[in-house]
């Protein structure tokens, strides 16, 4: 399952954070770079990754965390790379 939490950005623009479920709550390190799973804005609804997939069509600006949540995006079109921060990865498209 991926948990995600839908934003308003304002002026019709729509944000969403996806995190594979089993994520939410640990944070991960290395280096400069923090994946902090444990704040609100990834605090969601469990969805399964078919309903991911259609709400990704009318997003504006999404933030992907784990690797199942990263593969939606790239068979999206949404996400052409990402890092790794302690073997997770993490993407961001707009």
Known sequence: MITVKKYDAGDGRTVLALCDSELIGKKFSEGDFELDLTSE???GEEMSE???KLLLRDTNVVNFVGPRAVQLGVEAGLVSNSIKIEGIPH????
């Open 91 to 94: 993407a961001q498209s707009a």
């Open 41 to 43: 804005f990834y605090a």
């Open 50 to 52: 078919e309903d991911v």
